[in-house]
């Protein structure tokens, strides 16, 4: 009969162990505003949008020809303040470091990388996938984009509207007003990229699964 014991080799979860350190979070925040950028990249070339500010600053480069990075960044600032009231410090603090980091990145990227050909529906598939890996990152490391996540978190203490309503009706505003600037087809492409990474998110992201913190 197996002894059912634990074994003297494997060290017991603790709080402490289970902590996320300061390099943890850093390498984290990298790497899920490096796979957004990726995601925003494919995108930006194959003329699709997403949804929240980035949808926002999307459909302000479009019509003003401002870069994203630029634009992202400046219509994420009204939205801090909600975030360091309902969401502490920390969060804030790793949230506008993660803005500030997927700004410069999309600044950057079309100096290091182009794509030649990019079917709409393939950008649609992998940049749906790579936003809900990046954004799964961040949110298990306190952190976010901001934005409408922000919002929608402070309207679901604040007045008890479920915040995935609010996402959602965001989500929603943001599609319609792109009907009047992206061709409608690329707004069904656009809106079967959130579907995916709604979808990633749905299926990855269970409490209990993942105990870090």
């Known amino acids: 009969m197996p002894d059912p014991s634990p074994s003297p ?11 996320h350190g300061t390099y943890e979070d850093a390498q984290a925040i990298f790497a899920g505003t490096l796979f957004v950028a990726m995601a925003l990249m494919l995108f930006n070339q194959a003329g699709l949008l997403v949804g929240g ?3 926002i600053a999307f459909l302000a480069h479009y019509v003003t020809g401002v870069s994203f990075g630029k634009l992202f960044f400046l219509v994420n600032l ?12 920390e969060f804030t603090l790793k949230t506008f470091v993660s803005v500030a980091l997927l700004s410069g990145l999309t600044e950057l990227f079309p100096h290091v990388m182009h794509v030649d050909y990019l079917n709409p529906l393939f950008a649609s598939l992998l940049g749906g996938l790579l936003l809900g890996t990046g954004c799964l990152f961040l949110a298990r490391h306190r952190s976010s984009l901001g934005g409408a996540t922000v919002l ?5 203490d604040r007045y008890g509207v479920r915040a995935g309503k609010v996402q959602m009706g965001i989500d929603g505003a943001v599609v319609l007003m792109a009907l009047f600037i992206v061709p409608p087809e690329r707004v069904a492409y656009s809106v079967l990229a959130v579907l995916v990474m709604s979808g990633f998110l749905w299926i990855s992201h269970r409490p209990g699964r993942y105990v870090g913190h």
């Open 152 to 156: 929608s978190l402070y309207m679901q």
């Open 53 to 55: 500010t980035a949808g």
């Open 78 to 89: 009204p939205f801090y303040w909600f975030a360091w009231t309902r969401m502490g410090r």
């Open 9 to 19: 080799l494997v060290e017991p979860d603790t709080p402490e162990s289970l902590r």
